[in-house]
């Protein structure tokens, strides 16, 4: 069995193994049991299927609807990027191929079954698994799976105690090992509020006469964004400058928070305040007119990294203004154009040209959906007993190692950091 699927983000060599050969055979292969709908975790399951895979994928209800929407875009989107590749003649393959394309994608969906939280599944005989909520995103969920009187929790990404959005994660449960995500596993976010650290950015570009550009993650951060600039100009923090929603996939994500209303923690009218806030721009010609904005406005654009989707045709021309502000609102992976232009990088390559980076780039601290190093041992607290090991990933090296130091020295318990492909026996 897998738990989740997804694909190779950053740096390029790590990109490079989505193109890789698996590390075993797809047809073999019983069951997926799927954390949550981002690409990082689900985004290798069109490949996986093409590969032979023909096994059930274990989902919870609202996973599921967002996989809907991420997957089918995430097909779409490579297959527009290797048709704009082989135009403009920029790739160093010839042709230009997408990973894997819409259709692909959508095929995949018919391999998956709904699971309700807290539900036991049997995955393959004699395997029994659970979902319990983590946080972080509607549907998110940490998978226990038990099998021969032994047990392993697979943590997810958890999210945050007090998200303003998304519920606080359930304590885990009791298992004999453990494998916990690390992204934050070395930094505390600031005590800071996402809402006043987006009013000031917003204040001090509209004062220059500029654009705000957010590359945004179309599924959570996009939602989380809408609900904080609603609130600021609701309350006259900000002015009643337009506000767009530049993502189809993130419209649809939106739309899905009046359905799973027991995830989160807004009121009806919040969340319809929510959906209100922005001009949604769903067409490629209706996102092209936002590049001949010359007055205050947001612009809320896919992806959460500036690697692909709209907003890096919108860097094009915002970018060299220096009226203008690049605000990031999540972590920025080693290797992706985000992390340059937050690290200070003074020029950027996009579709083969280099543009100057005029414009302010600012990067919200207080905005995660991830649990922090602090609030990760405190997730971890709350088990009934010590696992008998603990396998610490989903980070950076150094974030991984530093939780694990933690885990071992504060909690007592014994801890590692596995390598790519290593094989461990329970």
Same mark, same amino acid.
């Given at each position: 069995m897998l738990v989740d699927c997804g694909l190779f983000q950053g740096y390029k060599h790590f990109r490079l193994k989505n193109w890789s050969r698996l590390p075993f055979a797809a047809d073999e292969v019983d069951a997926v049991l799927l954390t949550h709908a981002h690409l990082d975790h689900s985004g290798y399951l069109p490949l996986l299927i093409k590969n032979?895979?023909?096994?059930?994928?274990?989902?919870?209800?609202?996973?599921?609807?967002?996989?809907?929407?991420?997957?089918?875009?995430?097909?779409?989107? =490579?297959?527009?990027?290797?048709?704009?590749?082989?135009?403009?003649?920029?790739?160093?393959?010839?042709?230009? %191929?997408?990973?894997?394309?819409?259709?692909?994608?959508?095929?995949? %969906?018919?391999?998956?079954? /709904?699971?309700?939280?807290?539900?036991?599944?049997?995955?393959?005989?004699?395997?029994?698994?659970?979902?319990?909520?983590?946080?972080? %995103?509607?549907?998110?969920?940490?998978?226990?799976?038990?099998?021969?009187?032994?047990?392993?929790?697979?943590?997810?990404?958890?999210?945050?105690?007090?998200?303003?959005?998304?519920?606080?994660?359930?304590?885990?449960?009791?298992?004999?090992?453990?494998?916990?995500?690390?992204?934050?596993?070395?930094?505390?976010?600031?005590?800071?509020?996402? =809402?006043?650290?987006?009013?000031?950015?917003?204040?001090?570009?509209?004062?220059?006469?500029?654009?705000?550009?957010?590359? /945004?993650?179309?599924?959570?951060?996009?939602?989380?964004?809408?609900?904080?600039?609603?609130?600021?100009?609701?309350?006259?923090?900000?002015?009643?400058?337009?506000?767009?929603?530049?993502?189809?996939?993130?419209?649809?994500? /939106?739309?899905?928070?009046?359905r799973f209303g027991s995830e989160h923690r807004l009121s009806g009218n919040e969340a319809a305040m929510m959906g209100r806030v922005a001009t949604l721009v769903r067409t490629a010609e209706q996102s092209k007119t936002l590049d001949r904005l010359r007055e205050p406005a947001i612009i809320l654009a896919a992806s959460g990294m500036a690697t692909g989707g709209r907003v890096v045709h919108h860097l094009k021309v915002f970018a060299t203004d220096a009226r203008n502000t690049i605000l990031f609102s999540g972590f920025q992976a080693g290797g992706t154009r985000g992390a340059a232009l937050a690290a200070g990088a003074p020029q950027i390559r996009i579709h083969g040209e280099i543009f100057p980076v005029r414009a302010e780039v600012a990067q919200l601290q207080a905005a995660s959906g991830h649990a922090d190093a602090n609030e990760l041992i405190a997730w971890l607290r709350q088990m009934p007993a010590a696992p008998r090991q603990v396998f610490v990933t989903h980070g950076e090296a150094s974030a991984s190692d530093v939780l694990r130091q933690r885990i071992q020295s504060e909690l007592g318990w014994s801890a590692k950091v596995p390598e790519y492909r290593d094989e461990e026996s329970l």
């Open positions: 032979g895979f023909k096994g059930p994928i274990y989902a919870t209800n609202a996973t599921l609807e967002l996989c809907r929407i991420l997957l089918p875009d995430s097909g779409h989107l =490579q297959e527009e990027q290797a048709q704009f590749a082989n135009r403009h003649g920029f790739s160093k393959h010839s042709p230009a %191929l997408p990973l894997y394309t819409e259709q692909d994608a959508n095929r995949c %969906l018919k391999n998956f079954r /709904t699971v309700a939280f807290e539900e036991d599944v049997e995955p393959a005989l004699g395997v029994r698994a659970a979902f319990t909520h983590a946080g972080h %995103l509607l549907g998110a969920a940490s998978v226990r799976i038990q099998h021969g009187g032994r047990s392993i929790l697979f943590s997810g990404d958890v999210g945050r105690p007090h998200d303003p959005l998304m519920r606080a994660p359930a304590a885990p449960v009791a298992a004999d090992y453990l494998v916990v995500e690390s992204t934050y596993g070395d930094r505390i976010h600031p005590a800071c509020d996402a =809402q006043s650290e987006l009013r000031d950015v917003i204040r001090r570009t509209c004062a220059r006469g500029g654009v705000t550009i957010i590359p /945004t993650f179309a599924v959570g951060r996009a939602q989380l964004l809408l609900l904080l600039i609603a609130r600021l100009q609701a309350a006259g923090e900000i002015p009643g400058i337009p506000v767009y929603l530049d993502s189809p996939m993130a419209i649809d994500a /939106t739309e899905l928070f009046a």
